[in-house]
């Protein structure tokens, strides 16, 4: 559920909700070009338990219907697990809002719902503490950290991906420590890692396993190249969020 970073224009004149009435400092990309961000609407506590349930629902169809291993929940990058996580887009004075614990809530709620469909073993979530992205800042990102690794841990979930930084360079720290140390299951990490710092990172014990995005889709033979230690496409940024194929099928694969 991307919450505010859903544009009307994108979901057939939906209004946008979120934890918070407050906007996205920037442009939302559409079929018409960039526009302007939305104000979405809070959400009413009585509408939470829907919208939690259609997660549930979605994870149980994915893997009993679509035949996945599991599913993996976007609490990351500025979306609306997100939005309810981070003292910038949650200024709630309610159950879900006004202190750390109370907005970690909507993430409780939502974990036991989903695993209560497809198995705590099934499930994995991404976390994105430090990311500005999507406009998205935390007056505390290491406790924030902190929490939801715990609320993993009491979940045995899978495992936790952790997005390690932010792409704007505004929010600093390393918060792969503090899930290392409280999530006890597989610790996958992401963010610009090269292949040799990727496997220094697993070899040292500070993470399980990395994730590669960028690379992966300027480089659809990565695991090959990387095999090969064979140079990586640059991916091309101005193809990013747009219409069709150049920049998304397009990119070669190894000679």
């Keep these: ?18 934890a918070s009435a407050i906007a996205i400092d920037g442009e939302a990309h ?32 994915a893997v009993e219907v679509a ?18 996580l981070r003292s910038s887009t949650n200024t709630r004075m ?30 994995g979530i991404r976390f994105s503490p ?31 991906h952790v997005v390690r930084g932010d792409e704007l360079h505004e929010q600093k720290g390393n918060v792969l420590p503090v899930f290392r140390e409280h999530f006890k299951n597989v610790l996958v990490a992401n963010m610009h890692y090269s292949k040799d710092e990727a496997n220094a990172a697993i070899a040292a014990g500070e993470i399980d396993a990395v994730a590669f995005g960028l690379d992966f889709l300027a480089n659809p033979d990565l695991p090959a190249r990387f095999a090969a230690n064979a140079e990586l496409t640059t991916p091309d940024s101005t193809t990013f969020y747009v219409g069709g194929a150049k920049g998304y099928t397009d990119y070669p694969m190894m000679a």
């Design 1 to 18: 559920h991307a919450g505010r970073a859903a544009h009307p224009a994108l979901n057939d004149g939906a209004e946008a909700v979120s």
């Design 30 to 61: 559409t079929s018409h070009g960039k526009v302007p961000h939305v104000v979405p609407r809070a959400l009413g506590t009585d509408e939470i338990p829907t919208i939690i349930q259609s997660f549930a629902t979605a994870a149980k169809n």
């Design 67 to 84: 035949g996945f291993d599991g599913v993996e929940i976007h609490g990351a990058n500025g979306f609306l697990v997100d939005q309810f």
């Design 94 to 123: 309610d159950g879900y809002g006004g202190s750390l614990q109370k907005r970690t809530r909507f993430l409780r709620e939502l974990l036991v719902a989903v695993t209560a469909a497809v198995g705590a073993e099934k499930v």
């Design 130 to 160: 430090l990311n500005g992205y999507n406009d998205m800042h935390d007056n505390d990102p290491m406790a924030l950290s902190m929490a939801v690794a715990k609320i993993a841990q009491d979940f045995s979930l899978a495992y936790v």
